[in-house]
């Protein structure tokens, strides 16, 4: 699959997911393609993460990818369940703004009830478009990616930078730079390169073409 020149959108349930999923492959990807970070709650509504939003920022400029490529949205944290007619509309309005050719959200081996309903409605809204699933190591059971993206050590690098402007998370096992690095050598090794960062495959939409 060629990511080049499409227009791809990133979602995740609360600032750093798509960090923890897609880090390097976002810093891969920004300024050779057109792509959109929408991440549906700012965790606000908890006083000690009242630095995440500037984190977040920060840590996506890490990646390369511009402020206006940045959008938090207005769900609460652990109740999207009671929030999933909202969250569909949020994503068709999404789908009509942005017009993506290639989804990335959630795995469904994510046992976080955010991050569960989220994936599922957005299966919903961008039926016919390609959707990818990433993984989030604290809340992923049973995951095994079967679409690899090779990534170089510079994203890996970006990757690692980025996680550490998150300074809330800083005692966060699964910030720890050795780990992060860890799963994308596995990753990688899965695709005989030396990285990757490895995916469910939760819909593919394509065609055959001889150009």
Partial sequence: MNFFGKRVLFLGAHPDDIELGCGALIHQMAGQTDLLCVTLSDNQKNPALSNLVEEHHRSMAALGVP?????????????????????LEYFLKLRKDFQPDLIFVHSKQDIHQDHNVMTEEALRAYRGITVLGFDVVRSSYGFFPHFLAEVSEADVAAKIRALAEYQTYRDRYYFNAELTRSIMVRHGALAEKPFAEGFDILRIAGKFSLG
Avoid at 67 to 87: D, W
């Fill in 67 to 87: 402020k206006e490529s940045v959008v938090l949205g207005p769900f609460t944290t652990r109740i999207f369940p009671n929030q999933r007619q909202e969250i």
